[in-house]
């Protein structure tokens, strides 16, 4: 079974400052990692991916994560926040396409303050 | 790039009374098309799972006869609520993969009250 947590549901930033929100996953096979973003009444937006390859993995809106295998961890990060990087980030798993579902994280809400 | 339409965005319905949620694949075949339900603050939660003109894969605890799934075309999937109640209210979002590597496109989601 495959399973994320997001530590830290809520995590506030000053515009400038560097943006991390943390991902851990559980995976009994090589995982697929996912970062999305979600506005106000909207669907989910694809920030990157990792599915094989550089660990390193950018995305849009200056965006990156580094997947680590012996962390477990695949890590949202953003070098300087601006206002509109406010929303709900979620990050996910899937299990290779054997299934094809996708599971989530809780979500971490990002507050980013003028 | 791949779009989803889902429709309605909006929908106020009655206690006891049926709603469709559609979400269309615009630009590729939806091959399988994910349903997910999220509660004010919440995660997104798979309701269940669907392949071109087999019955849906259902998660535990989701009531099949309540969220009717059906994915009878490449890129049509419908999910109706039956006989909705006001702990149906939520936002559903569907979610399609297709033929254009591996990726998943959502709908804008659809937020469902029933009053």
């Not at chain 1, 054997?98 to 809400?109: M, S, V, Y």
């Not at chain 2, 894969?57 to 006001?86: C, M, R, W």
């Amino acid at each position: 079974a495959q399973s994320v947590t997001q530590l830290g549901s809520h995590v506030s930033v000053s515009e400038g400052a560097l943006v991390l929100l943390r991902c851990n996953y559980s995976s009994s096979v090589p995982p697929y990692l996912f970062w999305y973003v979600q506005y106000p009444n909207q669907g989910l937006q694809l920030l990157l991916k990792y599915t094989t390859g550089a660990t390193l993995v950018k995305g849009i809106n200056g965006f990156e994560a580094e997947f680590k295998k012996s962390e477990t961890s695949f890590h949202l990060t953003k070098p300087s926040a601006h206002m509109s990087d406010a929303a709900e980030y979620f990050c996910a798993v899937s299990d290779q396409g054997n299934t094809g579902k996708l599971i989530f994280g809780q979500g971490t809400t990002l507050q980013v303050k003028p | 790039g791949a779009v989803v339409s889902q429709h309605p965005s909006r929908v106020i319905c009655k206690s006891g009374t049926s709603v469709k949620i559609e979400c269309r694949s615009l630009d590729f075949q939806a091959t399988t098309m994910f349903w997910y339900r999220q509660f004010p603050k919440q995660s997104l939660m798979l309701m269940a799972t669907s392949n071109e003109g087999s019955k849906a894969t259902y998660e535990q605890g989701v009531e099949k006869d309540k969220f009717l799934i059906n994915h009878a075309s490449l890129t049509l999937s419908t999910l109706t609520v039956t006989s909705a109640h006001p702990e149906d209210s939520s936002f559903y979002i569907c979610s399609a993969r297709g033929d254009r590597g591996y990726g998943y496109t959502f709908g804008s989601g659809t937020r469902l009250t029933v009053v």
